[in-house]
């Protein structure tokens, strides 16, 4: 066995986020790990990876314990890990990045060798990004980034390679492409564990899966039984995707608008991001734009909010503002809670929620936090935690809480779906017809998930290369369908 | 996905032309009949660009605010202003131990110090300088406290001589702390700088990049130190041990462009420069200096540097 962990602890305070986990990984092996929010898989990969150090339990990686190293050691065994967030250094470019993977740790290096600049120059290819070498990180398509952080693991030819969540923000196509790339990584030298909550994507890779629930493995069996298990159903896939319960409900065409865009541009630079978009969004039903990365979704909802300066014209409930200040749209109930969710990190959860409630009076601030917690029960449990160690699926539930708690008129979510884990798809469900039921609100989601999408939506607007493609009700998108890889 | 232009991102070899066309026009200077009193604000304004150098590669490279440059400097002034007035050294020699005990000095700070995380490890380098400047006071039999200790030696009288010294030690700095961080060694430390947790994880082990880096900053920084005073002929803790000249050293460097070197250069004889020459509105002339720094904070975030780079771009 290349990676023998056993009976692994780590506690939080009270909490043990890990607790007993045994399981192994044998080279040439590439392992699902799976569970729900917070279950702890990536507190597993950051106790292999040393960036944690555990409470008690092993880890042997070639028969030689590693648990408690610091995690350069770690990495220099052979180890390497792709983060649940793509974390690249901003100010070098692409290659640079590269080249810092590529390098020994030894003090007196002032030279770059040829051979790591090849090295560095067939991993981009490798990754398809060798157009891409002088530019900035920040110049990458989403995807791209995701590219580069496997190009950086891939490049150090580790024999246990951590991946967290790779898929998480991308479309169908990119996984297919993605996954591709993890399957020629694969080795008779190499093992590769893999946390995603796309179960589909995850099933496709991998040989076995092992699954966990608060902390404790409940499954380790091959894919196909471990997915068929009441247990991993009942805590983990939830009613699944093949559950169909999409209201037949079309809006009438002549239904009040809460938001009405027009001609509506977003240059950055030379880049055209959103080409003379004009749609509506009906009051008190549920909207999706949908298409792929790099469409416009998130350039148009910034538009929208003001985020980022736009020609054309916005009409917010019959309203329109000369000038789009961000400030002012949010006060006015347009609350965007945007895909990098901007928590306050360094604040607790009832922080958090405490400022988006901020303009609310006490009493009524009461009652929506209590609204809000019985929507994502895990934040009432974890009210005094920092929102920076929430795992990346509860921070992502923070996100939409928080966003609830300004009491918008009109809630802009930029990829609900984003790291949630199936079951929470269950609850955010529940929430957005609620939220329907309710009629005060009127939703507006971008997003990858077609099937989510769908589900929810009454209409929906399909976005490619910053145009609109296709606009109707969900009912009728069959037809469209066919633009949206 | 859209093919970019071209793969180069920096701007070719024309800043080190211009580099170059400025240390000549600068060593020029004593030829262009200039009064001894401009070269001795330029000799004075090129020791400080080494110490906005030292600052700049801790701060805008490796991410760790030093707000005791002065202990720094300090420790090799005064090392090397005791064993001269003590006649136990030659000038030469003196100056080489003030800027190996600075390394030693910042050595014995950074390793307990660099534990702590960005604000926290900059009260601690004040911390010391503080400490540093009341042992001198108390030890005022042997450092003369805060009058200061008069060096009998001196390298040369001549005023251009002088002032050659200090342009070869700052560009001997500009030169060796611009190798640095564009080597490998640079990358890494930029890469600690920005994300230390993704720099272990890549393999690094970031003490000793950092420990390395404070002692290359202590190095050049005691050097200038000890230069500096036999420069003067004396030593003396408003000068060389003071919080205040510390933070004079930042805002040198963040004036002049964080993250350049050559920007912090240009922000050190730009600040010694402007003192000078706002002396005669007497108290109002440090004003003068700090709302000359504060409006280059607020309207150049790039600072002096930065603003060459705004200019090319609008052509
Ligand atoms: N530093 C910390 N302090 C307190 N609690 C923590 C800390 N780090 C993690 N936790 C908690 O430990 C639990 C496990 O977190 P972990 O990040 O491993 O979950 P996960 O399985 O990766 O979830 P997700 O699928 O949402 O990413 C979570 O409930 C999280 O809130
Ligand atoms: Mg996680």
């Known amino acids: ?485 | 996905m859209t093919v970019p232009r071209s793969d180069r991102s920096d701007t070719g070899p024309w800043p080190y032309i211009v580099a170059a066309i400025v240390v000549c026009l600068l060593a020029a200077v004593p030829f262009l009949g200039v009064n001894a009193y401009l070269l001795s604000i330029l000799t004075l304004g090129l020791f400080f660009a080494v110490f906005a150098m030292c600052w700049d590669l801790l701060f805008g490279y490796a991410g760790e605010p030093n707000f005791g440059a002065t202990f720094l400097i300090g420790t090799g002034a005064y090392t090397a202003a005791l064993l001269s007035s003590n006649g136990l050294a030659s000038p030469a020699v003196c100056i080489v131990a003030g800027a190996i005990a600075a390394v030693v000095a910042g050595v014995l700070l950074a390793l307990p110090a660099l534990r702590l995380r960005g604000p926290y490890f900059g009260l601690v380098t004040l911390v010391a300088t503080l400490i540093l400047r009341q042992v001198i006071i108390l030890f005022s039999d042997y450092t003369g406290g805060e009058i200061g200790i008069a060096v009998p030696d001196i390298i040369t009288i001549s005023s251009t001589l002088n002032f050659y010294i200090a342009l070869g030690a700052a560009v001997l700095t500009a030169l060796v702390l611009r190798l640095l961080v564009n080597s490998p060694f640079g990358l890494v430390l930029e890469a600690i700088g920005q994300d230390p947790l993704n720099a272990r994880v890549l393999g690094f082990e970031i003490t000793k990049y950092k420990v390395s880096a404070f002692c290359v900053s202590a190095f050049f920084s005691g050097l200038a130190g000890a230069l500096m005073v036999f420069y003067l002929g004396t030593a003396s803790t408003n000068v060389f041990v003071d919080a205040s000249v510390g933070v004079q050293v930042i805002i040198a460097a963040i004036v002049g462009g964080r993250r350049t070197i050559v920007g912090p250069a240009i922000g050190g004889v730009f600040l010694i420069a402007a003192a000078q020459y706002l002396h005669p509105l007497g108290s109002l002339s440090e004003m003068g200096v700090a709302v000359v720094a504060l409006v280059i904070l607020l309207f150049l975030p790039g600072g002096l540097l930065g603003a060459t780079r705004l200019f090319r771009k609008a052509r």
């Open chain 1, 1 to 485: 066995m290349l990676l023998e962990v056993t009976d692994l602890l780590k506690r939080f305070g009270g909490l043990k986020a890990v607790d007993g986990v045994s399981f192994a990984v044998d080279r040439g092996e590439i392992l699902g790990l799976i569970g729900p929010n917070g279950s702890g898989k990536s507190t597993v990969m950051n106790l292999i990876m040393g960036v944690l150090k555990p409470d008690s339990g092993s880890i042997l990686l070639d028969s030689r314990e590693i648990g408690g190293r610091s995690p350069n050691r770690i990495a220099g065994h052979g180890v390497s890990m792709v983060f649940q967030h793509s974390r690249p250094l901003h100010q070098q470019t692409v290659l640079q990045n590269l080249y810092l993977a590529l390098l020994p740790n030894r003090l007196f290096n002032f030279r770059l060798s040829p051979d790591i600049d090849s090295r560095a120059h067939d991993a981009l290819k490798l990754v398809g990004l060798e157009h891409f070498a002088g530019r900035k990180p920040s110049e990458l398509p989403f995807a791209g980034l995701r590219r580069l952080e496997l190009a950086k693991s891939l490049v150090r030819k580790p024999s246990l390679l951590l991946l967290d969540e790779p898929f998480a923000g991308l479309s169908a196509s990119e996984m297919e492409e993605f996954s591709d790339l993890i399957r020629q990584l694969r080795s008779d030298e190499r093992a590769i564990i893999l946390v995603d909550h796309n179960v589909k994507g995850v099933r496709a890779l991998v040989d076995r899966i092992v699954a966990m629930s608060s902390g404790q493995k409940i499954a380790d069996d091959l894919p196909d039984h471990v997915l068929a298990s009441p247990r991993v159903r009942e805590v983990y896939l939830g009613r699944g995707d093949e559950a169909v319960f999409r209201r037949p409900h079309s809006p009438a065409p002549d239904a009040p608008s809460a938001l009405k865009v027009e001609h509506v541009s977003v240059r950055y630079g030379e880049a055209i991001a959103l080409d003379d978009v004009s749609l509506s969004v009906p009051r008190g039903e549920v909207t999706a734009v949908v298409g792929l990365n790099g469409a416009g979704k998130t350039s148009l909802f910034n538009a929208i909010c003001g985020i980022v300066p736009a020609s054309g014209t916005v009409e917010y409930e019959g309203r329109t503002p000369r000038a789009r200040r961000a400030y002012e749209i949010a006060r006015s109930g347009v609350v965007l809670c945007p895909e990098t969710r901007e928590l306050f990190t360094d604040m607790t959860v009832q922080e958090n929620l405490g400022i988006g409630g901020n303009a609310l009076a006490a009493a009524e601030k009461r009652r929506q936090t209590e609204f809000v917690e019985s929507l994502f029960p895990r934040l009432a449990e974890r009210r005094k935690q920092f929102a920076r160690t929430l795992s990346g699926g509860e921070q992502q539930q923070l996100a939409i809480a928080r966003a609830l708690m300004m009491k918008p008129s009109i809630l802009l979510i930029d990829e609900p779906t984003l790291g949630l884990a199936p079951i929470i798809f269950d609850a955010i469900s529940n929430v957005i017809e609620t939220l329907r039921e309710s009629g005060e609100l009127s939703l507006f989601l971008a997003e990858q998930n077609l099937t989510f999408a769908l589900r929810h939506a009454d209409l929906i607007h399909v976005m490619e290369h910053g145009k609109i493609k296709w606009s109707g009700p969900a009912g009728e998108f069959d037809a469209g369908s066919a633009l949206i890889a």
